[in-house]
């Protein structure tokens, strides 16, 4: 007997939809079939289920086949993994690399790591409006790893140059604006 397990208690997948036909005058209902899981379990023997299963799109995601060997609770917990366990492991694995790059010196590169994983993140499309966004020259590169490299080198050079300098505040040109000589000037009326 094949297994499977879902995250969800009450899955139930579609595998043959129901519709409604004519035949001769008449509207008749052609009954669908559907795979539904019992408190986050499913156990067959139809090769044409677990065949629908093992294709399905969302197997591995939102529900998985149990191997022979493995209890299915020992699979469950694998695939409950919460997001905060998640996350705890990801702090955790700063964490080491911060006390590696302190035992080794740490004065290799220092970009925040909480910056890096930003830019990671984001899909191709997102770096290129960023990189757009940001006017940094991304012309010619076709990977993801040399666009997040060109966003970071034009943040490091942007902080280097704004280091040292003052910025002046700058004063409004755009005419229309209330209270320029360019506004009363047209709020004038003419005779």
């Known amino acids: 007997m094949t297994q499977y397990i879902s995250k969800y208690l009450n ?13 001769s005058g008449s509207i008749i209902d052609v009954p669908g079939s559907a795979i539904q899981f019992a408190e986050g379990k499913y156990e067959t023997d139809d090769k044409k289920e677990i065949a629908f299963l093992d294709n ?3 197997c591995g995601n ?8 493995e209890d299915a609770g020992k699979a469950r917990k694998k695939m409950t993994e919460t997001l905060e366990d998640r996350n705890r492991k990801k702090e955790q694995k700063k964490i080491e690399k911060k006390e590696k790059e302190m035992e080794s010196g740490g004065q290799g590169e220092e970009e925040s790591e ?24 991304i ?22 140059e704004g280091a040292g300098e003052e910025k002046e ?23």
């Not at 590169?141 to 050079?157: H, Q």
């Not at 505040?169 to 005779?191: A, L, M, N, V």
């Open 169 to 191: 505040e700058k004063k409004p040109s755009t005419p229309g604006i209330r209270g320029s000589k360019e506004t009363k000037e047209k709020e004038k009326p003419e005779f």
């Open 114 to 137: 909480e910056e890096k994983s930003e830019l990671e993140v984001l899909s191709f499309e997102e770096l290129k409006k960023l990189a757009k966004k940001e006017k940094v020259d």
């Open 62 to 69: 939102v529900f998985i086949k149990v191997p022979a060997k």
């Open 11 to 23: 899955l139930k997948l579609i595998n043959k939809a129901s519709y409604t036909k004519e035949v």
């Open 56 to 58: 399905h799109p969302n």
């Open 139 to 160: 012309k010619g590169l076709k990977k993801k790893t040399d666009i997040i490299e060109a966003i970071e080198a034009a943040r490091e050079k942007g902080k280097e």
